[in-house]
């Protein structure tokens, strides 16, 4: 029971990990990222390219791999996504629009991986050693990932509670046009939010796949799952993603150990829906009026 309950919190702090960065993008840029997914597995796929070809510790690889999650990420909001963001004339045309392009953008990212590596499924053995926690086994490159994965969530929440920059990036996620009335530059702040996204699921790529096997056609499955935290917690809500992610990761780790790993999406999608009911704008969203 308690190596089940250990297993789910760390499985769910990575996926508030992931989760994150799209809430981000979308809370903020109001773009929903279907191509979310695909660089999170880029990200994965450079990570174990940096270790089996240069035999680049992947903890190092972190400070490569994400200002290049980052750099990619702006370099697409200024040329793919800012056109979209000036012909649409209210933010749910933009959400419509950004879902149609970046739907496209999934198959092209996901197209170039399945070129370079194929559709095999790929994983290294990074210190992979087992380590007693509580009288309880667990692996060490879990642990390491998980004790990232919190001091990376926080530094994003102190940041955008704590300075000034990350007040101007809430303004904007609560409402652009009033941002505009207090000399907020409304599109840097958007473009910066998509690509401090985009470093967010770099560094979530890099985690991953020290412990988890990976293949260039699994990034479904990732955007999958970080679309149900970021709804299940409330869109743009750091908070609710920790706790929407800690929830889906301790009912899967709890339903595989004692009932069975074959039901684990099944209970996944079961408690989606359960706190739509109760809850429709997520845990800790606002309603709209």
Do not use: H
């Not at 990575?14 to 597995?41: D, H, K, P, W």
């Not at 790929?122 to 490159?141: D, K, M």
């Not at 904007?172 to 941002?179: F, H, L, M």
């Not at 704008?281 to 709209?288: D, E, H, M, V």
């Amino acid at each position: 029971m308690t190596n089940a309950i250990f297993t789910g919190l760390m499985l769910g702090g990575m996926y508030a990990l992931i989760a994150m960065g799209l809430t981000l993008q979308y809370g903020v840029a109001r773009i929903m990222n279907l191509s979310y997914g695909e660089f999170l597995v880029a990200a994965s796929f450079a990570s174990y390219w940096l270790f089996t070809g240069w035999a680049l510790n992947p903890l190092l690889g972190l400070a490569i791999v994400v200002p290049i999650g980052f750099g990619v990420s702006i370099i697409l909001y200024r040329v793919l996504l800012m056109p979209l963001v000036r012909r649409a004339p209210t933010r749910d045309a933009l959400e419509v629009d950004s879902l149609l392009a970046t739907f496209g953008m999934m198959f092209i990212v996901q197209g170039i991986m399945l070129t370079m590596f194929g559709g095999a499924y790929f994983s290294y053995s990074f210190l992979s050693i087992p380590v007693t926690v509580f009288g309880e086994t667990l692996a060490l490159n879990r642990l390491i990932a998980f004790g990232l994965a919190v001091v990376f969530g926080l530094a994003l929440y102190l940041a955008l509670t704590r300075t000034r920059f990350g007040t101007a990036i809430r303004a904007v996620a609560v409402d652009p046009t009033a941002a505009r009335l207090v000399a907020i530059d409304v599109t840097s702040v958007s473009a910066f939010a998509f690509a401090l996204g985009g470093a967010m699921v770099a560094a979530a790529g890099v985690l991953v796949s020290m412990f988890l096997t990976f293949s260039a056609s699994s990034g479904v499955i990732f955007t999958m799952k970080a679309l149900m935290v970021v709804v299940m917690g409330g869109v743009g809500n750091l908070l609710g993603c920790l706790v929407a992610g800690l929830a889906l990761g301790l009912s899967e780790s709890l339903v595989a150990t004692f009932v069975d790993p074959g039901l684990t999406l099944a209970v996944n999608f079961a408690l989606f829906l359960g706190v739509l009911l109760v809850k429709p704008a997520g845990l800790f969203g606002r309603a709209q009026r």
